[in-house]
C-alpha cells in the first residue's frame, strides 16, 4: 500500500500556529445516565474525557484505541454532531465548540466532513447516486442546477466512478462501492477536513487497500486533511502521520508515526504494538506479547488516578492516586504516564 504520497509528506514542514487547521483542548463528552420514573440523571458515561492535541494543514492524524474507549464519539464531537461537554475545538482559528447550529451552518459546516464505517447505513437506499450527490449541495444552496451536475460528474470522476452509474441505488453497488460514494459525497462540498470514522473496517483487506490509496491520492490532489479513526494499527500506521492512542476517553500518547511505532512509551501503547506480528527481519527482535490483565472498565465508573492504572504491568501507588499530566517528553510525543 506504498505511495509516493510519503515523500511529498515528510518534505514537508510547519511553521507557525496558522498551520494548525484544528486545535483541540481538553475535550469532553459525557453522557447523562438517567433512572427512574422521573429520568433524573444519575450519572455520566465519560465517553471522552480530555482530549488535547492538533491537526496541521494537510498531514493525517491516526486515533487508535480498543473498542468503547470513545473514538466515535470524540470524532462526532469534533464535527459537532454531539455538544462537547467541556474544552475547545479551534477550527481555523475560531472556536466551534460552543457555536449555534445557525452559526456554525453558516460558517464551517460545510469546510469539515465526515465519513463513517457502514456507508450502506449512512446512504439512503431510496435515492440515487445523483440524488445522494446532489443533497449537500441542495441544503447548503450551492451552485446552480447545470453546476452541479458538473460537479457530480468531477466527484464521480475523483472517486473512480463510471458517469452511467448515475442512475443507480446503494444496492447497486459492492461495499467499496459504497465507500467510494460516501467519500464522494463527502466531498461534494470542498471540504477541508474529514474526519473518517473507521472508514475500511467493513471491507474486504484487498478493498481496504484500494479505499486508502483512494484517500491518499485524495489528500495530495485537494489538499486535505484527515483525522482517521480506526482499531487497526496496521491501517492507522500506513496512512497517518501522527498518531493518537486512545483508553477510557484520554489520549495516553500522541506521537510521530515513527516515534510511536518504534519506540512507543506509555505501557498501554506498548501492549497494543505488542500484539501486532512484527515481520521477521534479521536485526529486528520480535516483542514479547504483554497481556493485560483485567477487562476494560467502564467509563461510567473509570479508576481513579490514571484510568490505566487496574490494567497497568508498571503501575506504582501513585497511579492510583494521582492522574498523571499530559506533557510533552520529546518534541512533539506526548505521554500521559507518572513514568516519564
Ligand atoms: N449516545 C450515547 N449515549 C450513551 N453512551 C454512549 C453513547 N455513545 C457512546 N456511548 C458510550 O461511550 C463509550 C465510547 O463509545 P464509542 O462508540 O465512542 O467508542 P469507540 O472507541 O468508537 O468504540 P468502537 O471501536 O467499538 O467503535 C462507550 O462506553 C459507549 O457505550
Ligand atoms: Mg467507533
Redo the contacts with the bound molecule.
Keep these: 500500500m506504498s505511495s509516493i504520497l510519503t515523500k511529498v509528506k515528510d518534505s514537508r514542514s510547519y511553521k507557525n500556529e496558522s498551520d494548525y487547521i484544528l486545535d483541540v483542548k481538553d475535550l469532553k463528552k459525557h ?1 447523562p445516565i438517567k433512572a427512574g420514573f422521573l429520568q433524573k440523571t444519575v450519572g455520566s ?1 465519560k ?2 474525557d480530555g482530549l488535547t492535541f492538533n491537526v496541521k494543514k494537510g498531514e493525517t492524524i491516526g486515533i487508535v ?10 470524532g462526532r464531537t469534533l464535527i459537532r454532531l454531539y455538544e462537547p461537554t467541556g474544552g475547545d475545538i479551534i477550527f481555523k482559528g475560531r472556536n466551534i465548540s460552543k457555536m449555534s447550529e445557525g452559526e456554525l451552518r453558516r460558517t464551517i459546516r460545510k469546510d469539515i466532513q465526515m465519513v463513517f464505517q457502514d456507508p450502506y447505513a449512512s446512504l439512503n437506499p431510496r435515492k440515487t447516486l445523483k440524488s445522494i450527490l446532489s443533497e449537500p449541495m441542495i441544503t447548503h444552496n450551492l451552485y446552480g442546477l447545470k453546476e452541479r451536475s458538473e460537479k457530480i460528474q468531477d466527484l464521480l470522476d475523483k472517486v473512480g466512478f463510471n458517469p452511467l452509474f448515475i442512475n443507480r441505488y446503494p444496492h447497486e453497488f459492492s461495499g467499496g462501492q459504497r465507500q467510494r460514494i460516501g467519500i464522494a459525497r463527502a466531498l461534494a462540498l470542498n471540504p477541508d477536513l474529514i474526519i473518517a ?2 472508514p475500511v473496517s467493513a471491507l474486504d483487506v484487498s478493498i481496504q487497500a484500494q479505499i486508502i490509496n483512494l484517500m491518499e491520492d485524495l489528500q495530495a490532489e485537494l489538499g486535505l486533511t484527515y483525522v482517521f ?1 480506526s ?1 487497526d494499527l496496521s491501517v492507522v500506521r500506513h496512512i497517518s502521520d501522527r498518531v493518537g492512542v ?1 483508553y477510557l ?1 484520554k489520549i495516553m500518547e500522541f506521537a510521530g508515526k515513527k516515534d510511536l511505532y518504534e519506540d512507543p512509551l506509555h505501557p498501554y501503547t506498548q501492549a497494543l504494538m505488542s500484539a501486532v506480528p512484527v515481520p521477521k527481519r534479521k536485526g529486528v527482535q520480535a516483542r514479547e506479547r504483554i497481556i493485560l490483565k483485567g477487562d476494560l472498565p ?2 461510567a465508573n473509570p479508576p481513579r488516578g490514571c484510568v490505566f492504572h487496574t490494567r497497568c504491568p508498571a503501575a506504582t501507588d501513585i497511579c492510583s492516586q494521582v492522574v498523571p499530566e499530559y506533557k510533552e517528553i520529546k518534541h512533539d510525543h506526548f505521554v500521559a504516564c507518572h513514568l516519564y
Design positions: 453522557f458515561v465517553a471522552v484505541g480498543e473498542s468503547g474507549c470513545g473514538k466515535s464519539t470524540a470514522d473507521e479513526i482499531h486512545m476517553g467502564s467509563p
